[in-house]
Nanobody
Framework: QLQVVESGGGLVQPGGSLRLSCAAS????????MAWFRQAPGKEREGLSC????????NYADSVKGRFTISRNNAKNTVYLQMNTLTPEDTAIYYC????????????????WGQGTQVTVSS
């Protein structure tokens, strides 16, 4: 059974950094694209970045460009989201998702979602 599990969220001060992890099981990163989304309170879920099966990354959100970096470790079957220079506007639940063959910014195509990890940026 395909499963993704996020970890690494928490409370961080403005300007700080966090690295989120998304561990995949039941498939390999060569089988499906893996994407990061986030949902802030009162806002729609927003696509951030995605890894194609080939390992090519796709970035969707201008708001995190230059601050967030997606990476992956095939041996650990894990995708990461390095988040730097965090601001209160980055406060959200962060999700990883999979189940598509190619990256898309449309969340409705992703069949498998993690439970999410809370990131709170506050002093």
């Amino acid at each position: 059974q395909l499963q993704v599990v996020e970890s690494g969220g928490g409370l961080v001060q403005p300007g700080g950094s966090l690295r989120l992890s998304c561990a995949a099981s039941g498939f390999t990163l060569d089988d499906y694209a893996m994407a990061w989304f986030r949902q802030a309170p009162g806002k729609e879920r927003e696509g951030l970045s995605c890894f194609e099966r080939s390992g090519r990354s796709v970035n969707y959100a201008d708001s995190v460009k230059g601050r967030f970096t997606i990476s992956r470790n095939n041996a650990k079957n894990t995708v990461y989201l390095q988040m730097n220079t965090l601001t209160p506007e980055d406060t959200a639940i962060y999700y990883c998702a999979t189940g598509v063959r190619s990256c898309t910014n449309s969340q409705r195509f992703y069949s498998y979602w993690g439970q999410g990890t809370q990131v709170t940026v506050s002093s």
